[in-house]
């Protein structure tokens, strides 16, 4: 029903930036869907970073990249985004962007996503 393809991943020196994607193909009309964006680093529970409402007028994100991390999204190319910037070896994880149908009340809460990509990895090395 929705296709998530995320690109952007890849090795960075700390402090660097990268700006990640997510391109969306869903049968539901994309305006209709919430975004939002997860990572898993090896040995770690899955952890929202970010996420945006429906008209993206909303952005939330963890305590662990606020100011850091900018999520967006493009209503027109059917496109969500992640710049991430001043990063850090923590980091370094796998990211995946998810799609939902409702806003849910906090942050990260990866039960109110029903669709996820397959995953994009960022390396962050000192």
């Known amino acids: 029903q929705v296709q998530l393809a995320e690109s952007g991943g890849g090795s960075v020196q700390v402090g660097g930036s990268l700006t990640l994607s997510c391109v969306v193909t869903?049968?539901?009309?994309?305006?209709?869907?919430?975004f939002g964006w997860f990572r898993q680093a090896p040995g770690k529970e899955r952890e929202g970073v970010a996420d945006i409402s429906k008209g993206g007028g909303v952005d939330r994100y963890s305590h662990s990249v606020r100011g850091r991390f900018t999520i967006s999204r493009d209503n027109a190319k059917n496109m969500v985004s992640l710049q991430m910037t001043t990063l850090k070896p923590e980091d370094t994880a796998i990211y995946y962007c998810?799609?939902?149908?409702?806003?849910?009340?906090?942050?990260?809460?990866?039960?109110?996503?029903?669709?996820w990509g397959q995953g994009t990895q960022v390396t962050v090395s000192s």
């Open positions: 998810a799609a939902g149908r409702q806003f849910g009340s906090t942050v990260g809460r990866a039960s109110d996503f029903a669709f």
């Open positions: 869903s049968e539901l009309p994309f305006s209709s869907l919430t």
